[in-house]
């Protein structure tokens, strides 16, 4: 018999790989940062429908800051096709609001992570505190196809607010 202790502090345990082949569709590995905080919200992708959904981050002090967007998965879909993966070209864009214009916010571009088809991208950044930030995930091969979510993970040493909110294709326009 098996004795694993489920409130063990470090979650570690034993499996052989082809038990996880056998049991598992899909396996995701996370980084931990112990004392970090963590939001996490699903939003819709970019598509033929809308520029979907983006997000406003708080922050109150200057912080390190590990922000991720996971792309959802289908295993029915893709293996009804025969396919090992349908993933879509994602990026992400953080852009810090420096004020508005007209009546529409003004942002600058702070950085950014290259369109990938992993199922995830990333990126890591010092962001200052008492700004306003803009966090927009970037798709530009769904603009004819179904809609798609996605998950975005925020990670930071600091506490962190994070509001979901309506893209639009003006706003999402940057200067850097």
């Not at 993966?85 to 609001?97: E, T």
């Not at 506490?159 to 909110?165: A, F, G, I, S, T």
Request: with cysteine; hydrophobic share 40%; net charge negative.
């Amino acid at each position: 018999m098996l004795r694993v202790l489920m409130d063990d502090p470090m979650s570690i345990f034993w499996m052989s790989f082809d038990d996880v082949k056998e049991y598992f569709a899909q396996v995701e590995i996370c980084r931990v940062h112990r004392g970090w905080q963590e939001v996490r919200q699903k939003a819709w992708l970019p598509s033929g429908v809308g520029a979907g959904e983006a997000f406003d981050l708080l922050l109150e002090e200057k912080s390190n800051v590990d922000i991720a967007f996971w792309q959802e998965r289908h295993s029915t879909r893709e293996g009804a096709l025969g396919a090992t993966c349908m993933n879509v070209d994602v990026g992400l864009a953080i852009l810090r609001r420096r004020g508005e214009a007209q009546g529409y916010a003004i942002y600058d571009l702070v950085d950014s992570a290259p369109r990938s088809f992993d199922d995830c991208v990333s990126l890591e950044v010092i962001l200052e505190g008492g700004c306003q930030y803009r966090v927009v995930p970037i798709c530009l091969g769904l603009l004819t196809e179904t809609p798609r979510q996605g998950v975005l993970a925020v990670h930071s040493v600091k506490p962190v607010r994070l509001q979901k909110v309506s893209s639009s294709w003006r706003e999402a326009g940057t200067r850097s």
